[in-house]
């Protein structure tokens, strides 16, 4: 039986502990807030989409970075077993769209009170407000922690559950990343994903609070084709969010840190080909050629883009449809299918939902989740150098690392 501390008590964390507990190991996890699993509070807007329900090989397809090394992680506890584990906790579940599953309480609450539980049962001891200042080690080999008031803790093992960079008032303020390079550990560069992004335009605030459904978004580094989907985005004072840009976000966050600047064009009437879109344009144009384009547009388009549009294509907006030429009527269908912005960077961590980047899986045995060269070293969660799209998946990534390492001990 090993002495096992666990540093940070959210997703990965109570799930490592509670693999630890069920190995009979004496387990402590210390968490540096005033409870437990602070982070899944806020996460699926309250409601906590805790796991996707998919199937194994689909969660993989939606991995960002280095997803082949989740695969012992996942296998051994999957999105099924995770499913299995909060209902035998007594809390009921249920799957909405996109495979996205939520307590049927649609509480997040009671994903912390089933991890709760189940540590409880398993004789884990949890220190509440107790901050980790570093880890001790010797001769390559973990001995201990010490705290903040300068307590030392003696242990066997440790296993790092600290997060990322993102929602830092949850506590995730990257002290695992720095005692992963005080120690001489690889740390990828870190950058926030799953998080908004600016513009340069003065026409995008105009549009401030516009939500576009069933678009398609494209994004490009010249003629290089970074990021192309279908899906919902929204307008902001600063740029662009939503449910397309988040993912966006994680595809071209490292790009644009290089080059400052990529073109995103917007494909507002994807279900229509260009000569379909065209032959719907003149139809409109010719049972309203008396009319003023302004009005006729927003036919084709939600009316805080009408205005936008006007001012694209350099128009007067008491111009009337029957003054309009053919390869003006050319421009607006090009516009209407490539609506384009320019995108000038991420927004900071704070808007963040997770970390891209992190400890270096290099670092690590995938199959034990141990450091590679620090005995009784651990990692879990986000402090690792994997991220996932929305729906779930991060999530899913701190139950299975986090139980991997738990049971590796």
């Known amino acids: ?13 109570l799930m490592a502990g509670y693999a630890a507990g069920i190995c009979g190991h004496q387990v402590t996890i210390l968490e540096k807030n005033e409870k437990l699993g602070k982070k899944i509070y806020i996460t699926g807007k309250g409601r906590c989409n805790f796991t996707n329900a998919c199937d194994t090989e689909d969660f993989f397809k939606n991995v960002v970075s280095n997803p082949k090394f989740l695969y012992s992680a996942l296998y ?18 249920k799957v909405e769209r996109g495979n996205r599953a939520f307590p049927e309480s649609d509480h997040a ?85 799953l998080v908004p992004l600016n513009c ?71 279900a229509l080909s260009v000569d379909e879109l065209s032959n719907r344009v003149l139809r409109d144009f010719n049972d309203n050629m008396n009319k003023h384009l302004s009005s006729v547009l927003r036919g084709l388009l939600p009316s805080s883009m009408v205005p936008v549009f006007i001012e ?19 421009n607006l269908i090009a516009l209407l299918k490539a609506f384009p912005f320019t ?5 900071d961590y704070k808007e963040a939902i997770i970390t891209q980047g992190g400890i270096s899986v290099k670092e690590v045995d995938p199959s034990t989740m141990k450091c590679k060269n620090i005995e009784g070293l651990s990692f879990a969660g986000e402090v690792l150098d994997l991220d996932a799209f929305t729906g779930g998946f991060n999530l899913q990534i701190a139950w299975s690392t986090g139980y991997l390492a738990g049971l590796s001990i």
């Open 1 to 13: 039986m090993s002495n096992v501390i666990v540093i940070g008590g959210g997703a990965a964390g």
């Open 76 to 93: 051994t506890f999957s999105p099924d077993s995770m499913i299995g584990f909060v209902e035998s906790q007594g809390i009921p579940t």
């Open 109 to 193: 609450s009671d994903i912390t009170k089933a991890l709760e539980k189940a540590i409880k049962e398993y004789g884990v001891n949890v220190r509440l407000r107790t901050e980790v200042k570093d880890i001790l080690i010797e001769d390559n080999k973990v001995i201990g922690v010490k705290l903040s008031d300068g307590s030392v803790i003696n242990c066997d093992n440790v296993i790092l559950c600290t997060g990322g960079l993102s929602y830092q008032t949850t506590g995730s303020t990257g002290d695992g990343l720095k005692w992963a390079r005080k120690i001489g550990l690889k740390v990828t560069e870190c950058r926030p994903a």
């Open 200 to 270: 340069k335009e003065s026409y995008i605030p105009e549009m401030q609070g516009l939500a576009l459904k069933n678009v398609n978004l494209t994004i490009k580094d010249g003629k290089k084709k970074l990021f192309d989907s279908f899906g919902e985005m929204l307008f902001t004072h600063f740029g662009v969010s939503g449910p397309l840009i988040l993912s966006a976000s994680s595809i071209i966050g490292k790009r644009l840190q290089e080059t400052g600047e990529l073109q995103a064009l917007v494909d507002l009437k994807p």
């Open 312 to 330: 694209l294509m350099d128009f007067d907006d008491i111009r009337q449809i029957n003054s309009i030429t053919k390869e003006e009527r050319s």
């Open 343 to 347: 995108i000038t960077g991420l927004r």
